[in-house]
Antibody
């Protein structure tokens, strides 16, 4: 069963660049897309972006100028870089697998499953 | 962007109750709607995809319905482990957006 594990710094300073990596174990990295989602403490979920095995990338426009997502198929890892962080970027960052599937008699749908356990990133001045 | 609005924001119920959570999209998303359950300190877990399809190993007391702009998640015969926060998410277009969450608490 595929498992995802985030890794990266827990504490950062304002204006630094956040780098997170998600390692994919026990599963194929092809035929899916790979996503980053974050959740500020006590708040809801915000999608950051996806990268497809094909190399297609989608970013949330609200973060697009600061975000880069990349995929290393040989290492079965994908990464997030977020530049010029501020306190507003303090959050639990999750990686997730995006599944696209044709359902019988229906269209192609997509969802996030599974998710990594999440890693808390705190930005302070 | 498609805005997702859940109601209620919080809900108190008892073990054995039947509860319904509503999610409304700011425009039609057909059946491109997923539901997740999140327990404190844990990652969200997929319950329902494509509005009404039950994810593998999710108990059958969970069900989803709706299409277009209005969707519901129903939990029948609430169990102690169901008290959590629930999120809807539209997968129709990017940016992929989530509802603000509904916290289900024990009465």
């Amino acid at each position: 069963q595929v498992q995802l594990q985030e890794s990266g710094p827990g504490l950062m300073k304002t204006a630094e660049t956040l780098s997170l990596t998600c390692s994919v174990s026990d599963g194929s990295i092809s035929s899916y897309y790979w996503s980053w989602i974050r959740q500020p403490p006590g708040k809801g979920l915000e999608w950051i972006g996806d990268i497809y095995y094909s190399g297609i990338i989608h970013y949330n426009a609200s973060l697009k100028s600061r975000v880069t997502i990349s995929l290393d198929t040989s290492k079965k890892q994908f990464s997030l870089r977020l530049s010029f962080v501020t306190a507003a970027d303090t959050a639990v960052y999750y990686c997730a697998r995006g599944v696209e599937q044709w359902l019988v008699g229906r269209n192609q749908y997509n969802w996030f499953d599974p998710w990594g356990q999440g890693t808390l990133v705190t930005v302070s001045s | 962007d498609i805005e997702m609005t859940q109601s209620p924001s919080s809900l108190s119920a008892s073990v054995g109750d039947r509860v319904t959570i509503t999610c409304r999209a700011s425009r039609s998303i057909s059946s491109y709607l997923n539901w997740y359950q999140q327990k404190p300190g844990k990652a969200p877990n997929l319950l329902i995809y494509a509005a009404s399809s039950l994810q593998s190993e999710v108990p059958s007391r969970f069900s989803g319905s709706g299409s277009g702009t209005d969707f519901t998640l129903t939990i029948s015969n609430l169990q102690p482990e169901d008290f959590a926060t629930y999120y809807c998410q539209q997968s129709y277009i990017t940016p992929r957006t989530f509802g603000q969450g509904t916290k289900l608490e024990i009465k």
